[in-house]
């Protein structure tokens, strides 16, 4: 019996119900490129009647399609239909009534338990995938066993010379242990065996990590990993890859099919079972394992599962939706190194660094959340110097006396470890300068920028580190500080990032004590500790804030707007009279937006005009080296960049709730399922990272030709 089919009895026993799709003889009475089998007038899908959809990542592009073909629109528009929680999450949406369909891989163990408790399901496979094995394409091994994966990935095979190839030492990739692909490498490969443990280097965030990592490892062919066959039979994605066969099987559709592959994995359709037949919800379910859901799936390049036979209630479908070309936005940008790099590498020849979005995933219960993505590092010409590793990436800064953000030409570079990083969240960081001339390893638990330097903690030492090269200029043991338990720091639990400052020429240490009535201050230059009263720090602080000087604006509903700061004031006629609530941006422009995001303006604090009173949103951008005035158009569709003084600079192009902000002097345009780098002075593109959610893959891509 093929390995899929084994999998059904044992859902089956979970008291998960297995359902085929109704039968019902029929003839394809079709006209043009509208489909209505069999005599019943066709079930017409509209948005409100669409179910609510939910799933797995790689399968987002069929339900992308499904959507254009019933709703008679381009692929792109149904983009928001397909807003996928991953697997583990679709399935807990669905039993908690936030989804009502789903195309998902196989539940969990732990997920199935939990649809037996919570009710009665129907959940059918639709298509088929595979777990296949990539090397690089000079690899001269064409083939392997089960036997011989599994002994690769146990460590007892160790060179490429012991299953037919070059004297090389095989380096075997792997994904982590949230990766679906992961999931089916363990169940359908291992069998129970432990894997090997390997190296953070060998075990990339995304699976187009491993599939360049596999591509570039060491300008070598001594690399394998792998992928779900999707990804794999996707030309752009596999190019420089070449698939092995297993057990003298290729992982072919005819043979994934047959079930003559070893390593199948089925993906679902599912439903709650008490549906009637004629809801939207039992008519779409019924439709995708019927002939034209195997047609779907077949056309974007999966493998169906048997058909079901035609549906009992017919749907209208548009098929030239589906032979609609998109027209994909060109790949643009390149690397500075060909392999992957993890930790930035120090170099004279950079020049400025800036922040750039990579890999991105679904990291939160809700269904309808935007991805939270990676970062790395590239130039502002778009090259890529550090891979997308990070969760967050900042300058540093620091408050002087006065209130005033004051910033360093220093990154902070934060990733995720929970055996070293900080006790409160695992945070782990590196510094870097901003030129990316000097780094620093990931050993920091906490950095704070100051007028002398920067702190940086961790759990043995408190050090000064100069701003210049990184090295450093003092440290302190935590007991010399009068800090017995340094992971207890408020600093480090995450529970007050504020607690460690910059303060009247000292670094404020928190408060300690028997009741936490002790505020320490470290002096820098002597290296003494000095104690004051909680309360006289808690009055200072609120003194401080209070003299901190703010604009207060004021209208007097009667057109006229008066802003304040200190002793200034300035009144003249709003652009906006109902907006009651402008801001003042780098010092002399107002910012006028209407609390309905309809209509905005800018002017000088004397009501000289910036920018006339429009639709749309404005923003200011203010950089180190230029600012800039963004009015989104059409709900982020569109976004039209002005300089400072209101000059029309370039114009871009956007989609439905994209955003743009400042990474350096580069605008960052994010939308969903890419980020896009801009020069503001010409609107030209030097960078599109693609993020792992649909059928672009992975981070960033090479420009094309």
């Given at each position: 019996?093929?390995?899929?089919?084994?999998?059904?009895?044992?859902?089956?026993?979970?008291?998960?119900?297995?359902?085929?799709?109704?039968?019902?003889?029929?003839?394809?009475?079709?006209?043009?490129?509208?489909?209505?089998?069999?005599?019943?007038?066709?079930?017409?899908?509209?948005?409100?009647?669409?179910?609510?959809?939910?799933?797995?990542?790689?399968?987002?592009?069929?339900?992308?399609?499904?959507?254009?073909?019933?709703?008679?629109?381009?692929?792109?528009?149904?983009?928001?239909?397909?807003?996928?929680?991953?697997?583990?999450?679709?399935?807990?949406?669905?039993?908690?009534?936030?989804?009502?369909l789903l195309l998902a891989a196989e539940p969990a163990p732990e997920v199935a338990q939990e649809l037996k408790q919570e009710g009665e399901w129907l959940l059918t496979p639709f298509a088929t995938d595979a777990l296949v094995f990539v090397v690089n394409e000079d690899n001269p091994v064409d083939s392997l066993t089960t036997e011989q994966v599994r002994k690769i990935y146990t460590g007892q095979i160790t060179n490429w010379k012991e299953v037919g190839g070059e004297d090389l030492d095989i380096i075997p990739f792997q994904r982590n242990s949230e990766a679906g692909s992961q999931t089916l490498m363990e169940k359908l490969v291992m069998d129970g065996l432990e894997m090997m443990d390997a190296p953070e280097a060998w075990v990339p965030d995304s699976m187009m990590g491993l599939l360049e990592a596999v591509r570039e490892y060491d300008n070598s062919p001594s690399a394998i990993g792998y992928t779900v066959y999707y990804y794999a039979n996707d030309m752009e994605m596999a190019k420089g890859l070449k698939v092995l066969t297993i057990d003298g099987v290729s992982p072919s559709a005819e043979a994934i099919q047959a079930g003559e592959y070893p390593f199948l994995n089925p993906y679902y359709v599912a439903m709650a079972k008490d549906r009637p037949q004629d809801d939207p919800t039992h008519i779409l379910y019924n439709w995708l394992l019927g002939p034209d859901g195997r047609r779907l799936a077949e056309e974007l390049g999966y493998v169906p599962a048997s058909d079901a036979g035609e549906p009992l209630i017919p749907v209208e479908v548009d098929w030239s939706k589906l032979d609609e070309q998109e027209k994909p936005l060109p790949d643009i940008g390149g690397r500075w190194y060909q392999e992957r790099v993890e930790q930035l590498r120090p170099s004279q020849e950079y020049g400025q660094l800036v922040p750039f979005e990579g890999a991105a995933g679904y990291f939160s219960w809700q269904a309808d959340n935007w991805p939270e993505t990676l970062i790395g590092l590239m130039t502002t010409g778009g090259k890529v110097?550090?891979?997308?590793?990070?969760?967050?990436?900042?300058?540093?800064?620091?408050?002087?006396?006065?209130?005033?953000?004051?910033?360093?030409?220093?990154?902070?570079?934060?990733?995720?470890?929970?055996?070293?990083?900080?006790?409160?969240?695992?945070?782990?960081?590196?510094?870097?300068?901003?030129?990316?001339?000097?780094?620093?390893?990931?050993?920091?638990?906490?950095?704070?920028?100051?007028?002398?330097?920067?702190?940086?903690?961790?759990?043995?030492?408190?050090?000064?580190?100069?701003?210049?090269?990184?090295?450093?200029?003092?440290?302190?043991?935590?007991?010399?500080?009068?800090?017995?338990?340094?992971?207890?720091?408020?600093?480090?639990?995450?529970?007050?990032?504020?607690?460690?400052?910059?303060?009247?020429?000292?670094?404020?240490?928190?408060?300690?004590?028997?009741?936490?009535?002790?505020?320490l201050f470290l002096d820098p230059e002597t290296g003494e500790v000095t104690a004051?009263?909680?309360?006289?720090?808690?009055?200072?602080?609120?003194?401080?804030?209070?003299?901190?000087?703010?604009?207060?604006?004021?209208?007097?509903?009667?057109?006229?707007?008066?802003?304040?700061?200190?002793?200034?004031?300035?009144?003249?006629?709003?652009?906006?009279?109902?907006?009651?609530?402008?801001?003042?941006?780098?010092g002399d422009r107002v910012i006028f937006n209407d609390t309905q995001g309809d209509r905005c303006a800018v002017s000088l604090l004397n009501g000289q005009e910036v920018l006339p009173a429009q639709d749309g949103q404005v923003e200011a951008l203010q950089g180190d080296e230029a600012s800039w005035l963004a009015v989104r158009k059409d709900q982020g569709r569109q976004w039209n960049i002005y300089d400072w003084k209101g000059e029309l600079s370039c114009t871009l192009e956007g989609e439905e709730d994209s955003w743009l902000s400042l990474s350096g002097p580069l605008l960052e345009l994010r939308c969903r399922n890419y980020t896009a780098y801009y020069e503001p002075e010409s609107g030209t593109c030097v960078f599109r990272t693609w993020f792992s959610l649909g059928d672009r893959g992975g981070e960033a891509q090479e420009p094309a030709g």
């Open positions: 019996m093929k390995q899929w089919k084994k999998l059904l009895p044992a859902l089956l026993s979970l008291a998960l119900l297995v359902s085929c799709g109704p039968k019902r003889p029929g003839t394809d009475t079709s006209v043009g490129d509208v489909s209505a089998p069999g005599t019943a007038d066709p079930f017409v899908f509209t948005r409100d009647s669409l179910p609510r959809l939910d799933g797995s990542t790689s399968t987002a592009p069929m339900a992308q399609a499904m959507c254009a073909v019933l709703l008679g629109e381009g692929r792109e528009q149904v983009a928001d239909l397909v807003q996928f929680s991953r697997t583990t999450q679709s399935y807990r949406n669905l039993m908690a009534g936030a989804a009502d110097v550090m891979d997308p590793v990070c969760s967050e990436i900042s300058r540093l800064y620091y408050t002087d006396d006065a209130g005033d953000s004051q910033t360093l030409p220093v990154w902070e570079l934060e990733k995720g470890d929970p055996e070293r990083g900080s006790p409160g969240n695992g945070a782990l960081i590196a510094l870097a300068a901003q030129d990316g001339s000097w780094v620093t390893e990931f050993r920091y638990w906490g950095v704070k920028g100051t007028p002398v330097g920067i702190f940086a903690g961790d759990g043995h030492k408190l050090y000064l580190l100069r701003q210049e090269d990184g090295t450093e200029k003092a440290s302190w043991s935590w007991d010399q500080l009068g800090i017995a338990r340094p992971e207890s720091f408020p600093w480090f639990t995450g529970d007050a990032y504020e607690t460690a400052q910059w303060y009247d020429g000292g670094f404020f240490l928190g408060c300690w004590g028997e009741n936490w009535d002790k505020a004051l009263a909680a309360q006289d720090w808690y009055d200072r602080i609120q003194k401080r804030y209070q003299d901190t000087l703010w604009w207060d604006s004021k209208t007097d509903g009667q057109g006229q707007v008066t802003l304040t700061y200190g002793t200034d004031s300035f009144t003249f006629p709003s652009p906006l009279p109902e907006e009651e609530f402008p801001y003042v941006a780098g």
